[in-house]
């Protein structure tokens, strides 16, 4: 069973503040890396994804992956009360037909 | 404007009952999935399709049932057999971008089960 382990949260942080979120896989095969923001209610988006180990930025977003450790992390830059919401780590594995895996998600809050 | 359409947003059943849950995109993609979330919990897949006339059970398949007899519909239906449908439903259709599966996601489907 592939598994893909999200930090219990809820995770609080000041306006301003870095907000760092870690995922952990068990299939050392994957080969892509998502990270989904999902407000309450709504239905998730894509951040953006990562397939080459290193740090991958977008605005105030960075998705950092390291395979031989098989961990991937989304750091949130001068967080805003609008990115309160949950995010969600999904895993590929190898393969053009394979499957995303979902973790159960955290929920981040931003403080004003 | 391309997208994923899902209807309806809230959906009540009546114990024993069936009910279908509709998903229809024009993004042109091949593949579509629907999936399960309950509160705190991730998305699980139920059933997904890779092309027309041919889907395959996810790992919740258990009293659902789907049909793609069509590239732009994936509908859902929730049976009787099912033991707990209440739940946030999400549909998705995904492209290959990069090598990589790239979901996009309908607005969802809430079942209540009364």
């Known amino acids: 069973q592939k598994e893909v382990e999200q930090n219990s949260g809820p995770l609080s942080v000041p306006e301003g503040a870095i907000a760092s979120l870690n995922c952990t896989y068990s299939?050392?095969?994957?080969?892509?890396f998502f990270w989904y923001r999902q407000y309450s209610g709504k239905s998730p988006e894509l951040i953006m994804f990562?397939?080459?180990?290193g740090d991958k930025e977008d605005g105030r977003f960075t998705a950092q992956l390291n395979k031989a450790s098989q961990y991937v992390s989304l750091l949130i830059r001068d967080s805003q009360p609008s990115d309160s919401a949950t995010y969600l780590c999904?895993?590929?594995?190898?393969?053009?037909?394979?499957?995303?895996?979902f973790g159960k998600g955290i929920t981040l809050s931003v403080r004003p | 404007d391309g997208g994923i359409t899902q209807s309806p947003k809230y959906l009540f059943r009546k114990e024993g009952q069936n009910v279908t849950l509709s998903c229809e995109q024009n993004?042109?993609?091949?593949?579509m999935y629907w999936y399960r979330q309950d509160p705190g919990q991730g998305l699980r897949l139920i059933y997904y399709?890779?092309?027309?006339?041919?889907?395959q059970k996810g790992d919740i398949a258990e009293g659902y049932s789907v049909s793609r007899e069509k590239k732009e519909s994936f509908p859902l239906t929730v049976t009787s057999a099912q033991k707990n449908p209440t739940a946030f439903y999400l549909c998705?259709?995904?492209?290959?971008?990069?090598?990589?599966?790239?979901?996009?996601f309908g607005a969802g489907s809430r079942l209540t089960v009364l």
């Open positions: 399709s890779q092309i027309v006339n041919d889907f």
């Open positions: 990562i397939y080459s180990n």
């Open positions: 999904a895993v590929n594995g190898a393969g053009a037909n394979s499957k995303l895996t």
């Open positions: 998705a259709s995904s492209t290959r971008t990069l090598g990589a599966n790239v979901l996009t």
């Open positions: 993004l042109n993609h091949d593949a």
């Open positions: 299939d050392r095969g994957s080969q892509s």
